[in-house]
C-alpha cells in the first residue's frame, strides 16, 4: 500500500528548462493538492483539484500548471523554470471534504540553478 | 499569506517533559488540524479538531480550540525522543465547497534525552 507517491524524489533544472513533478495515489481519495514548503515560510498551495476533471489555482499558481489527468494522478508543470522555483513539493490528497485529514507525498526537492 | 501564526517557532524540552504549542488563526474556520514533519519528510496528519469542538484527545496529544480568541493549542504529554518534528498547524476555512488547508509557519520541537 504505497499512499502517495511522487517522483521524482530530486532534481536540479537550469533557468528555463521545463519539467513535470508527478503524483500518484492509491487512497481512492477525491482531492489533491501540491504545496511548496520554502524555509520559514511553512507549506503554501499552489493549485488544487477537489475531484477527477477540476482544477483550481490556490495561493501561488504564477509559473505553474496542473493535470488532473484521472483519479489517481495529479501533475505539476514547470514551463520556464526560475531560480524562485526552488523549493520542496509536496502532493497531497484526501477525501472530498477532508474530514480524515491530508495524506502527504514525501516531496520532491527541486533546485533551479 | 498565511492564516495560521504558530508560537513558539522553536521549543527545546527534556524527555518526559509536556510540550505546548500554540496556534492563532485570522478567519473563521471550519475545522484545525495538527501535523507532524520529521526532518526531509512528507507531513503527516495527527488531528484534526472542528469549530463546535473545544477539546479533543489522541494518545498522547491533547487539542484545544478556542474560536472566540481564534487560536489553538496541541499538547503532547510525556515526551519522547521520537517527538522530535516540526509541528504545524492547517485551519480549513467556512463554506469552500472543497477544502483547502492553510498551515502556519510551524513550531520545531527538539527532545533532548
Known amino acids: 500500500n504505497a499512499g502517495v507517491t511522487q517522483t521524482p524524489k530530486f532534481q536540479v533544472l537550469k533557468t528555463g528548462q521545463s519539467m513535470t513533478l508527478q503524483c500518484a495515489q492509491d487512497?481512492?481519495?477525491?482531492?489533491m493538492y501540491w504545496y511548496r514548503q520554502d524555509p520559514g515560510m511553512g507549506l503554501r498551495l499552489i493549485y488544487y483539484?477537489?475531484?477527477?476533471?477540476?482544477?483550481d489555482k490556490g495561493e501561488v499558481p504564477n509559473g505553474y500548471n496542473v493535470s488532473r489527468l484521472n483519479k489517481r494522478e495529479f501533475s505539476l508543470r514547470l514551463e520556464s523554470a526560475a531560480p524562485s522555483q526552488t523549493s520542496v513539493y509536496f502532493c497531497?490528497?484526501?477525501?472530498?471534504?477532508?474530514?480524515?485529514?491530508?495524506?502527504f507525498g514525501s516531496g520532491t526537492r527541486l533546485t533551479v540553478v | 499569506s498565511q492564516q495560521g501564526e504558530e508560537d513558539p517557532q522553536a521549543l527545546s524540552i527534556q524527555e518526559g517533559e509536556n510540550a505546548t504549542m500554540n496556534c492563532s488563526y485570522k478567519t473563521s474556520i471550519n475545522n484545525l488540524q495538527w501535523y507532524r514533519q520529521n526532518s526531509g519528510r512528507g507531513l503527516v496528519h495527527l488531528i484534526l479538531i472542528r469549530s463546535n469542538e473545544r477539546e479533543k484527545h489522541s494518545g498522547r496529544l491533547r487539542v484545544t480550540l478556542d474560536t472566540s480568541k481564534k487560536s489553538s493549542s496541541l499538547l503532547i504529554t510525556a515526551s519522547r525522543a521520537a517527538d522530535t518534528a516540526s509541528y504545524f498547524c492547517a485551519t480549513a476555512a467556512r463554506g469552500q465547497g472543497a477544502q483547502k488547508l492553510v498551515f502556519g509557519q510551524g513550531t520545531r520541537l527538539t527532545i533532548n534525552p
Open positions: 487512497m481512492n481519495h477525491n482531492s
Open positions: 483539484s477537489a475531484s477527477e476533471g477540476t482544477t
Open positions: 497531497a490528497t484526501t477525501y472530498f471534504g477532508g474530514l480524515d485529514g491530508y495524506t
